[in-house]
């Protein structure tokens, strides 16, 4: 079993809808993070959190929030999207004192927004 | 802040030619050096990783990484591609302070092996 999973792994909305995003882990890693990827502009940071009551912005985080439900789960939602958040979206995991930010990335999620 | 540039958006070789993907950051001090691949519908794998020590890093793959600190450079190379190694390559870097445990990722390059 992958130790990173994703849900769902494509999805197409419609403008104006709420979506989420979810994300678990098996590695027991406290830090979890959220990204984007847009052709041509490799991945650029979300959101990310270092345990279940730390939660930070990253570079990208207008129009999305995120929910730390416990160490191993980590959602992110759009509240109203738009369609230039049509994008692939990882979730990755690292771990405190492990390897110096190495990160670990779920398989992604496809979401078109029409 | 730290910085990342893939100056190759894409890169095309023959399989079993020799292949180098290069990469350069923008740091003060010591960087954390990453390389990962993510092959159709997949995610990012990682290949290898530079702390500190020796400059020259292997990973998985066969592939192999050099951290030139006068170059800030950290250039990915295979001697022999394979028809599997057609992926997207990214190059990050991570750093201490206000930066710790978060990457930044460099644009990425597309590689293509032809037959």
């Known amino acids: 079993d992958a130790d990173v999973t994703q849900t769902p792994r494509n999805r197409i909305t419609k403008t104006g809808k709420r979506i989420m995003l979810e994300c678990s882990q098996t590695?027991?890693?406290?830090?979890m993070y959220w990204y984007r990827q847009d052709p041509g502009l490799g991945l650029r940071l979300i959101y990310y959190s270092f345990d279940v009551k730390d939660i930070n912005k990253g570079e990208i985080s207008d129009g999305y929030s995120v929910s730390r439900q416990a160490q191993a789960k980590f959602s992110l939602s759009l509240e109203s999207a738009i369609p230039n958040q049509t994008a692939l979206y990882f979730c990755a995991t690292g771990a405190t004192g492990e390897g110096k930010n190495t990160q670990y990335f779920g398989p992604g999620t496809r979401l078109t927004v029409l | 802040a730290q910085s990342v540039t893939q100056p190759d958006i894409h890169i095309t070789v023959s399989e079993g030619a020799s292949l180098e993907l290069r990469c350069n950051y923008s740091?003060?001090?010591?960087?954390?050096l990453f390389w990962y691949v993510q092959s159709p519908g997949q995610g990012l794998q990682l290949l290898l990783k530079?702390?500190?020590?020796?400059?020259l890093v292997q990973g998985i793959k066969g592939f192999e990484a050099e951290f030139k600190r006068s170059q800030s450079s950290f250039n990915l190379r295979k001697p022999s591609v394979h028809w599997s190694d057609a992926a997207e390559y990214f190059c990050a870097v991570g750093a201490g302070g206000t930066s710790y445990g978060k990457l930044t990722f460099g644009q990425g390059t597309i590689l293509t092996v032809h037959p």
């Open positions: 740091y003060g001090a010591t960087p954390y």
């Open positions: 590695k027991g890693h406290d830090r």
């Open positions: 530079y702390f500190s020590g020796d400059t």
